[in-house]
């Protein structure tokens, strides 16, 4: 509902290029208790005055020199793409034709001159109380919408956050600051990005690389965490993170968790085909798997592991150009050494 003093607070602007005529509208207006009254003389002036002052009505003269009030509708359609306040036409031209033009044009209403003063009042709060309500609704309408996008943002955020810290309670026994994961996924992104993979892929990329080791949370801690070598049974047990990790997340119809079940599944296969778990080769691994497998390797390389030493930037990368074409994807090598400055950036922005 619009109350009466929002009615009396609302602009209407005037343009007649007859004094008295205003002055006589600016009398009747006031004494009724409008106060925002808004005047021009000068039809050439009226745009600029309504662009400065955004009236909520406007009371127009239709036979004026210069710029006559069909020639003023006809720029507030443009100005106002159709939407503009509502337009009320007085004139002493009375003619059927002149009344039904000015309608055509996009007038609100229409009153003859002179005019009946409780007509002229009626006719103004019904056209206010319209235009303020239909400001009401799109005022709302918007409102609503920032507040649903900001809630959506705010589920989104929370979703992410839940993966970032689940996917640390898997990395946590063998890294218990999540450093593997945050450096990896940064290193991944930045390979996906200088691939030229779209923004939006980059960034689901980037988070469902976290993900890549979740089925490690099913590798008893005698395994994951024995300092010396593996005997081939329990070198099949650390194998079967990849199979594990795809299972929990499989099933989802969401797009993120759709692609860490695939980075889970397949982060391990090698470009030669003698990868795990299915021996994939060449393009036949997918795509952000080979960008993930560089990521990972280059970064457990120059990390501590509970059976090694962290490897000097320049040994691992001398490793990584011999697996070019052996473990990795060549291309994709060639772009990760090319993007070794932001790769290092990254690394030392998340040092252990
Ligand atoms: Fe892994
Ligand atoms: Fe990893």
Same mark, same amino acid.
């Given at each position: ?5 929002e009615?009396?607070k609302?602009?209407i602007l005037?343009i007649?290029d007859?004094?008295?005529n205003? &002055?006589?509208l600016d009398g009747i207006?006031r004494?009724?208790?409008y ?5 021009t003389?000068e ?7 309504y ?10 003269d239709?036979?004026m ?11 507030l359609? /443009? /100005?106002?793409n ?10 002493g031209d009375s003619?059927?034709?002149t009344r039904?033009r @000015?309608l ?13 003063q /409780? ?5 103004i709060r019904n056209m ?12 709302q309408?918007k409102?609503?919408?920032?507040k649903?996008?900001e809630r959506?943002a705010?589920?989104?955020? =929370?979703q992410l956050?839940t ?8 990395e946590?026994?063998d890294d218990?600051?999540?450093m ?5 996924s ?6 996906g990005k200088?691939s ?9 990329l980037?988070?469902a690389?976290q993900?890549?080791d979740?089925?490690? /949370? ?9 300092p010396g ?6 070198w ?5 993170? =990849? ?9 989802s ?5 759709q692609? @860490?079940?695939?980075?889970a599944?397949t982060?391990?296969e090698?470009?030669d085909? +003698?990868?795990?778990p299915?021996?994939?080769?060449g ?8 960008i993930?497998?560089? @990521? &990972?390797v ?5 990390s501590?592991r509970?059976?090694k030493?962290?490897?000097p930037v320049?040994? @691992?990368?001398?490793?990584i150009?011999q697996?070019k ?19 290092? +950036?990254?690394?030392k922005?998340?040092?252990?």
């Amino acid at each position: 509902m619009i109350s009466d003093s929002e009615i009396f607070k609302a602009k209407i602007l005037m343009i007649d290029d007859q004094r008295e005529n205003l &002055d006589l509208l600016d009398g009747i207006l006031r004494v009724h208790g409008y106060s925002n009254l808004l005047f021009t003389s000068e039809p050439l002036e009226a745009l600029g005055f309504y662009k400065k002052h955004s009236p909520d009505l406007i009371l127009l003269d239709l036979n004026m020199p210069g710029l006559d009030g069909y020639q003023i509708m006809a720029q507030l359609k /443009i /100005i106002e793409n159709y939407a503009h306040p509502p337009i009320l036409v007085l004139t002493g031209d009375s003619t059927i034709e002149t009344r039904k033009r @000015a309608l055509q044009e996009g007038a609100k209403d229409f009153l003859n001159k002179p005019f009946d003063q /409780i007509e002229l009042l009626s006719r103004i709060r019904n056209m206010l109380e319209y235009w303020l309500l239909y400001k009401q609704v799109l005022d709302q309408n918007k409102i609503l919408e920032e507040k649903v996008q900001e809630r959506t943002a705010e589920i989104q955020e =929370t979703q992410l956050e839940t993966i970032q810290r689940l996917s640390l309670v898997a990395e946590y026994r063998d890294d218990d600051t999540g450093m593997h994961i945050k450096r990896m996924s940064q290193y991944a992104a930045i390979l996906g990005k200088t691939s030229g993979m779209k923004e939006e892929e980059v960034k689901l990329l980037f988070y469902a690389a976290q993900m890549h080791d979740i089925g490690k /949370i099913k590798v008893p801690d005698q395994v994951l965490l024995k300092p010396g070598k593996l005997t081939p049974e329990e070198w099949e047990i650390v194998k079967s993170h =990849t199979v594990l990790g795809a299972r929990i997340l499989s099933g989802s119809r969401s797009k993120l968790l759709q692609l @860490a079940e695939l980075i889970a599944l397949t982060h391990h296969e090698k470009w030669d085909g +003698t990868g795990y778990p299915s021996g994939l080769k060449g393009e036949d691994i997918p795509f952000v798997s080979r960008i993930c497998s560089i @990521a &990972d390797v280059f970064d457990a390389l120059t990390s501590k592991r509970p059976y090694k030493e962290p490897w000097p930037v320049e040994k @691992a990368l001398a490793e990584i150009k011999q697996l070019k074409g052996v473990n990795f994807d060549p291309e994709l090598t060639e772009l990760f050494l090319n993007s070794m400055d932001q790769v290092l +950036t990254a690394r030392k922005q998340y040092k252990n």
